[in-house]
């Protein structure tokens, strides 16, 4: 009934203080990052908007080892309980807005008008719903096109909608909407790639339909959503199915605008790391959904980001 | 009915609450026994249980004409946070602030405690230059983790400048309003049922919208 995030023991920061090691963003990576670097005794700081990062996004993890089927929201708690019983200092609720390297130290600017000094940062800001890049979308984004299920889900109560997509989270999103929605069809362009599992869960739903190797090529509507045009390859025809809502779970895209001219990016934008999880920038690590691993699992971002706090402790040893 | 808050989460908020510099008052408007007034005011009891720092005022709205007036009350339930002082600067919550809105909720009552948000210099500069009333309504869900940045950040306004009313919208119990707005994705920020904003902006792209309408 309540997914309280708030702190009660607020650190105060010392703006004026070299850290040896700044963890920027609040997902599995980052907070992983900052309980490692402050076990090996580093000066840690982790930085970022709200606790949880991308699993904000999500209802329940069914694949973190230790927990199973947890509501997402009592993962995120446990990890925060985790980090302020282990007193790693944490500064919340700020965006970073630039990061730049000069004489060895990374300058981080907060959109509270505030800068911070470290001597080794992880990048690790996730990502931003990827979009369908379908003519409609931009113009009917949130008139109808939507791309959070447990956001919005309660504005489509009894109307038919449609989830573009067919990975883990276009399936959780099936699960939330199916019980609210009239009925829900799932377009995805290849073929279902979500854990078997949730899949058949999800096929047994009355009320699912889902159709694989369709194109959505067109949002068709007005002054809102009125219908999608999609081309089914198997059928080598093109339909148009009438809807009142599309859910675009296709992925992320990473948030890596701070980091262009900094670090080099591959053609998808994502920091190309190597397996210490560092970048083209000598003291500079990133991890979870900003990098190049193709894998998008907390349990993955949570270990990558142990990895960059462990070898960040060797870049500042060997100094 | 049984108690809003389980304990793990009364402790969280009081642990929270213990941070509050100087006394609030909430005043709550509700109408009779609908669902979601009764729902709220336990929410606000349970609440003040959990600081001394905590007044609560319930106003039955057909009893209190005077002051809904007063305070431009039309929804029930809504509430509105007074500082130590007895000023109303615009804070407004309509609907239950349940799931995340929990932390909106929490929140305003530490900053207008006195534990105010510092915002840059500019953002400051920017805000004291709005003269004339601006009206922002963030209509939210309950189920939207996005949604209590956009609520913090239109209260945050109020509380830096008395043109500016910030009201959180629970869009579930006021669905015709929301439909009125054309809501299907939150956070929708609507200033002075003009213009709109989606998800959860930068204060600068509040203030840009709220810039094109002085």
């Known amino acids: 009934m309540f997914n309280f995030q708030l702190s009660s023991n607020k650190p105060q920061i010392n703006y004026d203080e070299l850290y040896d090691f700044i963890a920027l963003g609040l997902g599995p990576a980052g907070l992983n990052a900052g309980l490692y670097a402050h076990r090996k005794g580093l000066k840690t700081l982790i930085v970022g908007h709200r606790v949880g990062g991308q699993l904000l996004n999500t209802a329940d993890i069914d694949n973190y080892l230790g927990f199973s089927n947890i509501p997402a929201q009592k993962l995120i708690d446990e990890f925060r309980n985790h980090i302020e019983n282990s007193k790693v200092p944490m500064l919340t609720d700020v965006l970073v807005t630039n990061i730049e390297k000069s004489a060895d130290i990374f300058i981080i600017t907060l959109n509270n008008g505030k800068t911070l000094q470290s001597k080794t940062v992880l990048y690790a800001l996730g990502g931003s719903p990827r979009k369908l890049k379908v003519p409609g979308e931009d113009r009917l984004a949130g008139k109808g096109v939507a791309y959070c299920a447990t956001c919005d889900g309660p504005f489509f109560q009894d109307k038919d909608v449609i989830i573009a997509g067919g990975g883990n989270s276009a399936i959780d999103a099936t699960k939330d909407l199916a019980r609210i929605a009239k009925s829900v069809t799932i377009i995805e362009k290849f073929t279902i790639s979500a854990d078997k599992t949730s899949v058949e869960q999800v096929a047994k739903l009355p009320n699912v339909t889902m159709f694989e190797e369709t194109d959505v090529t067109e949002i068709i509507g007005d002054k809102y959503i009125e219908g999608i045009r999609v081309f089914d390859r198997k059928a080598n025809k093109e339909r148009i199915i009438n809807t009142e809502g599309l859910f675009v779970e296709i992925g992320s895209i990473p948030n890596t605008a701070l980091l262009k001219d900094l670090v080099e990016l591959n053609k998808w934008g994502e920091v190309i790391v190597n397996n210490k999880q560092e970048t083209s920038l000598k003291g500079l690590y990133a991890a979870g959904d900003v990098t190049n691993n193709w894998i998008r699992q907390v349990i993955v971002a949570a270990a990558d980001g142990a990895k960059a706090a462990l070898e960040a402790n060797n870049y500042i040893t060997k100094k | ?214």
Request: include cysteine; proline fraction near 4%; charge should be negative.
């Open chain 2, 1 to 214: 009915m049984g108690k809003l808050f389980n304990e793990e989460v009364a402790s969280q908020i009081k642990g929270v609450l213990a941070q509050m510099k100087n006394e609030i008052t909430i005043k709550l408007f509700i109408d009779g026994k609908c669902d979601t007034c009764l729902e709220t005011k336990q929410l606000l009891e349970e609440t003040k249980t959990l600081s001394d720092k905590i007044n609560l005022v319930v106003h039955e709205i057909n009893e209190s004409k005077e002051e809904a007036e007063k305070y431009d009350i039309t929804l029930t339930p809504t509430f509105i946070i007074l500082d130590d002082k007895g000023t109303y600067s615009g804070v407004r919550f309509s609907g239950f602030p349940g799931g995340y809105e929990i932390n909106s909720f929490v929140s305003s009552l530490l900053e207008m405690s006195g534990l105010r948000h510092e915002f840059p210099q500019e953002v400051v500069d920017r805000v004291a230059k709005i003269k004339e009333p601006i009206d922002i309504k963030v209509f939210v869900t309950l189920g939207c983790p996005h949604c209590p940045g956009a609520v913090e950040t239109a209260h945050r306004l109020a509380m830096l400048n008395s043109n500016i009313k910030a009201t959180m919208i629970e869009s579930q119990t006021f669905m015709e309003l929301a439909r009125t707005h054309k809501v299907s994705s939150v956070p929708k920020i609507v200033f002075n049922d003009a213009l709109d904003l989606l998800g959860n902006q930068p204060v600068e792209a509040f203030l840009d919208e709220i810039e094109t309408l002085l």
